[in-house]
């Protein structure tokens, strides 16, 4: 399941993309006026005698005789009458005084960022503020913004982000490079030339969508391969420049150079005098307590990592290609088993399914609702809610190939009973608050880190939600996000699941494009070399899906369904993980992790 968490961001050369503007942090500056550098007062002008020269009565010992002086010049019109003036006692006058000389510089930074860099962690509290955004993710790759953040680092604050000035390459690293990112870069190129293309995206397809779909195409990919060829001719010039490295990074990225696009992350950080590994070996507070990044170190860091990610899945061995018992074990495992909750502890569910990574079935549980949830009672409690109706794309690449079909009543969404439209993980605590009351999440599930935060925190509401999927809907192939649990409640119909094993995901085709989540698009032969488990979910039973677990569902019926995610002590590194990235463009994620951080549930 994948809640979207809204974030804001916008350009306006690319508003036929729904490009969104980059938004503020809600950080309060940390310079004032009084981190300026002084500067001294102006001497004053030297006084003038306004009194009349005395004529002189002597006769002319020359000629021509010598001119007069020239008057001075006026410095304003009109003319200002001059004040009286005291008899000066010495030329030139004394100046005014000083200021007091400033003893170091930079000068010491204002309060606000010294609250920030020495706000407590784990024994104290923090009273943290939730900025609220629009309910949509952020396409990062469409941001249009080529400003970069430069400032002075102290050394006191390079320990935390693994900084070394002694090796940041000067006044080169900061040289001025003002191309865009290669996703950016096509997105105004397309808009320009959209004439070019044989073949056109579909007007329904998200932005994103519609940017991996143009980069897919002849012309696209020759437009990529031609600026990426341009840029390495300037490498000469901008090869110490950190921001020229990050760019080249996002050009070889698409076009699949992936070796290549992480030694350039890793050069562009290490101009900078940043650690490459340094996301990965920081501890959750130095990671807290770090320095304010630039936005070239931020983006620089977020590739990085997605790379990694994608080689690390795509090296895992599989277990296909081992021999018959390692295939035969692996079967084992995918099998799903269905446990009566009169017969399944809190503590067998932990250490047998959570933390092995096992789904199971969960039946004779207790309804967790006290009415029948039918169409007519969730049009009777919700109709007038608005909800964003989504529909499966062969072509899309979003999250489990769903692209957003239109906005709608949920009277209308169940009224109108349109084949392919899909009411998808909607969240009830938002929308439904009544519904959401009413239904009682089972023991199982309880323990969520999630659910422990302020109100008001990231995922906080998100869960649990609403699943309304007519016969024949389905989510295309995918993982459950930030490396969360999963779990579901089928009310009616009947959904059928496959699951594939975690270390097979790479044999799947899994394609990062511009997120942590793999959008996964394996072939027929794949699919098909590739063990696999498939169950039927029937009214009334639980599912639990573990983290990491690739899986595709089809609704074979009209369903009805109820799920959330979660985390636990189980999963709680991966979810850190995933946090420390997403934060990287999310403030809000950065949130989640320092007050997790202080209530003791994550380290």
Not at 56 to 62: A, D, F, G, I, L
Not at 400 to 422: G, M, P, R, W
Not at 515 to 539: A, G, H, I
Request: hydrophobic share 30%; proline share 8%.
């Amino acid at each position: 399941s994948h809640i979207q968490e809204p974030e804001p961001e916008a350009a306006s050369s690319l508003s036929m993309l729904r490009v969104p503007s980059s938004g503020s942090s809600n950080r309060s500056s940390s310079e004032s006026v009084s981190s300026l550098p002084p500067q001294n007062s102006p001497s004053p002008e030297p006084a003038i005698s306004l009194s009349p020269p005395k004529s002189s009565t002597k006769p002319v010992s020359s000629w021509p005789p010598p001119k007069s002086p020239s008057p001075e010049p006026v410095s304003s019109w009109p003319v200002l009458k001059s004040p009286s003036h005291e008899p000066v006692s010495s030329w030139p006058p004394p100046k005014s005084p000083s200021p007091e000389p400033v003893s170091s510089w930079p000068p010491p930074e204002s309060s606000s960022h010294e609250l920030i860099n020495n706000r407590p962690l784990a024994s104290e509290p923090i009273d943290l503020i939730h900025p609220t955004w629009s309910s949509q993710s952020v396409n990062r790759l469409l941001v249009l913004n080529s400003s970069i953040l430069s400032k002075d680092v102290s050394k006191q604050n390079c320990r935390s982000t693994g900084r070394n000035v002694s090796t940041a390459r000067g006044k080169r690293s900061k040289m001025e490079f003002d191309e865009l990112e290669a996703r950016v870069a096509l997105a105004v190129w397309y808009r320009r030339n959209q004439k070019l293309l044989d073949v056109q995206p579909l007007p329904t397809m998200s932005a994103r969508s519609r940017i991996n779909f143009i980069s897919s195409t002849t012309e696209g990919k020759k437009f990529i391969a031609n600026k990426f060829r341009n840029l390495e001719v300037e490498e000469e010039v901008y090869s110490e420049c950190s921001k020229y490295n990050y760019v080249c990074a996002t050009y070889a990225d698409l076009l699949g150079k992936k070796e290549q696009a992480l030694e350039m992350c890793k050069k562009s950080l290490e101009i900078s005098g940043m650690d490459p590994l340094w996301l990965q070996t920081c501890s959750t507070k130095d990671y807290l307590l770090a320095e304010q990044l630039s936005e070239t170190e931020r983006n620089t860091l977020w590739l990085i990592e997605k790379l990694r990610y994608e080689k690390d899945m795509k090296e895992i061995l599989t277990m296909d290609g081992e021999n018959e018992q390692s295939m035969k074990t692996a079967a084992e495992e995918l099998t799903v088993k269905k446990v009566k909750g009169k017969e399944l502890s809190l503590q067998q569910f932990q250490s047998n399914y959570c933390e092995k990574r096992r789904a199971v079935i969960i039946t004779d549980l207790e309804q967790p609702t006290k009415m029948t949830w039918n169409l007519d009672y969730i049009r009777s409690e919700c109709g007038d809610q608005k909800v964003s109706v989504k529909s499966s794309s062969e072509f899309s690449s979003e999250w489990a190939n769903l692209e957003e079909t239109e906005t709608k009543k949920v009277s209308a969404f169940i009224d109108q009973n349109i084949c392919h439209h899909y009411l998808f993980d909607w969240s009830l605590p938002l929308h439904a608050p009544e519904l959401a009351a009413e239904f009682k999440i089972p023991e199982y599930f309880h323990h969520n880190f999630l659910t422990k935060t302020a109100p008001g925190a990231m995922y906080r509401e998100s869960w649990p939600s609403l699943f309304i999927g007519p016969k024949g809907t389905k989510s295309g192939l995918h993982i459950d996000a930030f490396g969360s649990h999963f779990w579901m409640y089928l009310i009616s119909g009947v959904k059928r699941w496959t699951f594939y094993p975690a270390e097979s995901a790479g044999k799947l085709n899994p394609v990062f494009h511009d997120s942590m989540d793999p959008v996964f698009q394996p072939s027929e032969l794949d699919l098909q070399t590739t063990s696999c488990y498939s169950l039927d979910l029937q009214p009334g039973e639980f599912l639990f899906v573990p983290a990491g677990s690739p899986h595709r569902v089809e609704n074979l019926d009209d369903t009805i369904a109820v799920s959330g995610n979660f985390v636990n002590e189980s999963n709680s590194k991966e979810f850190t993980k995933h946090m420390k990235v997403n934060a990287l463009h999310d403030p809000r994620a950065k949130d989640l992790l320092m007050e997790l951080f202080n209530l003791g549930l994550i380290s």
